[in-house]
């Protein structure tokens, strides 16, 4: 289904082209197009739809969701200072599936047909349009699919009473890589800890993409050595 020397018309649906790129996929989709107006993915409308957030969602529906979760905690007893903690320790666990999904499963590569298809829809639109601001945050519909295996996995590893509040943390953290990752792409930071962010964010896009992989933190990053580390490497790209 890999066609030779295929060219995407930008003009069309792109979600069934880009498998057709086969090996030219990962050249391809870091050439990034800077433009807020985001392409077409599906000629059928109401997919298309689907794939398409405005930033304010997530938190509109997640918080309440978060809320929901830790106060289930606090019914079965748990006291303030361990739910406090169960939600720190969420977000913090966040933060690391935040550095190893962007890594190993955003960042892999592919060059079959629907390898490259899947690919697309996962996160290489995000890399060849990173300006796409109804195509920055995680549909919620997807997300509800996902929190699903996330939530049995968290029930192993808990108890009845911390999994809800560790859950919710993970889900709050969620939440704010969500919003940080919206604006560290439309935001205009004044102060100097969110403008290095963004900086930090957008050298990942535009000059060295196989490092950086952090959003909300370089955290990870430092830990396993994908830290950019000199001008020389921005430089290689």
Not at 113 to 123: K, P, V
Not at 208 to 217: A, L, N, Y
Request: one cysteine or more.
């Amino acid at each position: 289904m890999v066609a030779q020397n295929f060219v995407v018309d930008l003009n069309k649906a792109l979600v069934f082209q880009v498998g057709h790129l086969g090996e030219a996929y990962e050249e391809w989709v870091h050439q990034p197009i800077v433009s807020k107006e985001g392409p077409r993915f599906f000629q059928n409308e109401v997919l298309e739809f689907l794939t398409l957030t405005v930033w304010w969602a997530i938190p509109v529906i997640w918080l309440p969701v978060v809320c929901w979760f830790v106060y289930n905690s606090v019914q079965m007893g748990l006291s303030c200072p361990h739910i406090a903690l169960m939600v720190v320790l969420g977000i913090f666990v966040w933060t690391f599936l935040e550095y190893t999904l962007h890594r190993f499963l955003f960042h892999i590569k592919t060059k079959t047909y629907w390898g490259n298809t899947m690919h697309y829809l996962l996160h290489g639109c995000h890399h060849k349009h990173p300006m796409d601001g109804l195509r920055l945050v995680f549909p919620p519909a997807a997300t509800a699919i996902l929190l699903f295996p996330f939530w049995n996995t968290v029930k192993l590893f808990s108890t009845p009473s911390t999994a809800p509040a560790l859950f919710g943390g993970g889900l709050l953290g969620y939440v704010i890589y969500d919003c940080t990752h919206y604006y560290l792409h439309h935001g205009q930071p004044r102060t100097e800890v969110p403008r290095n962010l963004k900086k930090y964010h957008l050298n990942h896009h535009f000059r060295i993409q196989d490092k950086g992989f952090g959003i909300t933190s370089k955290l990870w990053d430092k830990v396993f050595g994908t830290l950019p580390s000199s001008k020389a490497d921005a430089k290689s790209m």
